[in-house]
């Protein structure tokens, strides 16, 4: 199959990429590359069944040969606002990747009867007065706030796919992604993970915010890819409502930080930061797979000190 990939040059997207090329589908990113990098397909970009396009897919685009398959993965997506990368220092382009990005990305699949795939986001369910989060549970968005540039695109991105499904019969999937880690994520990005990595190797404590009682569950990307891959070519009648990929073993901050330090023999500890963040930080956040093992027949694999592992020895030869 023809299958486009937007935000192809970003950590998750070019894993799915790799994945794509493996079962060897044509894979065509299309990325303006200011989250992504070109690092992350550099390894692709002279196989015969690759080509890619810089672009924002915020603005329109038409293609003449025919696409099968739309992968709509464009979007900042770290909340730090410390980082370059990070969506709240992004925040037009942030609104304008989910709102804008998200229509056109539609507009191709229609064009082409393409079958649709937004990647979406557990942001969709704010901070969570449920646990743990099932795929009906509608959220707690303050859609004034500081995610609000992330959750609400995401959240209009949804209502979008859902409209072209309707209205236009788009075959569409929506998966909501949960925490993940792995390879090739940014060094500052500023997520948990690759800031933790990095303060381990270079021998610094790992700075907490707050208590570090706050909990996610991190799922590796192997795990994330191999569910999305599963959700794309599943033929299930409801396959159009979303689904929960994630890992549901819940890790709070303080234990996060010891296995990491354990695993890179950083001795220097930890190091509370009265953080801004952890006001409008959720406090929890822990995926409901039950519609993934049913439907998918997929759960996680990978264990987080496996993951951690991996990911450590990519940021050890990148640092
Ligand atoms: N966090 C932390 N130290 C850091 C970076 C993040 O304690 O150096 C905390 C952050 O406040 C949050 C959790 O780790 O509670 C996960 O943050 P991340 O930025 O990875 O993404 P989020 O899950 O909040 O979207």
Not at 32 to 38: A, D, E, K, M, P
Not at 145 to 160: C, I, N, T, V
Not at 252 to 274: F, V, Y
């Amino acid at each position: 199959m023809r299958i486009l990939v937007t935000g192809g040059a970003g950590f998750l997207g070019s894993h799915m990429c790799d994945r794509l090329i493996a079962e060897e589908h044509h894979v065509i990113v299309l990325d303006n590359l200011i989250t992504g990098s070109s690092d992350n397909l550099a390894h692709l970009r002279d196989h015969k069944n690759f080509s890619f396009i810089q672009h924002n897919i915020s603005h329109p685009i038409y293609f003449g040969d025919k696409i099968d398959v739309v992968l709509h993965m464009a979007s900042p997506a770290s909340p730090n606002p410390d980082s370059p990368y990070g969506y709240p220092r992004l925040p037009i382009q942030t609104l304008k990747a989910g709102a804008f990005g998200t229509h056109n990305a539609l507009g191709i699949a229609r064009a082409h009867k393409a079958r649709f795939l937004l990647t979406s986001t557990s942001e969709v369910y704010g901070d969570p007065l449920v646990h743990p989060q099932r795929e009906d549970y509608v959220g707690n968005v303050d859609p004034i706030g500081p995610r609000s540039m992330y959750d609400e695109a995401k959240r209009f991105a949804e209502a979008m796919v859902m409209a072209y499904h309707r209205s236009h019969g788009v075959d569409t999937r929506i998966v909501r992604i949960f925490n993940t880690y792995g390879p090739r994520m940014r060094l500052d990005d500023g997520r948990v993970v690759p800031n933790f990595i990095c303060q381990a190797l270079s021998g610094q404590p790992l700075t907490i915010h707050g208590e570090g009682k706050q909990t996610r569950s991190f799922c590796y990307i192997d795990d994330l890819i191999e569910g999305i891959y599963r959700l794309l070519f599943s033929e299930l009648p409801e396959i159009h409502l979303p689904v929960n990929i994630g890992n549901p073993t819940e890790t709070n901050m303080l234990e996060l930080a010891s296995i990491i330090n354990r695993l890179t023999g950083n001795t220097a500890g930890i190091e509370r930061q009265p953080s801004g963040r952890v006001l409008t930080d959720p406090e929890r956040r822990r995926p409901d797979i039950t519609r993934a093992r049913e439907w998918l027949g997929w759960e996680p694999r990978i264990s987080l000190d496996d993951g951690l592992r991996s990911t450590i020895e990519d940021f050890k030869h990148r640092l």
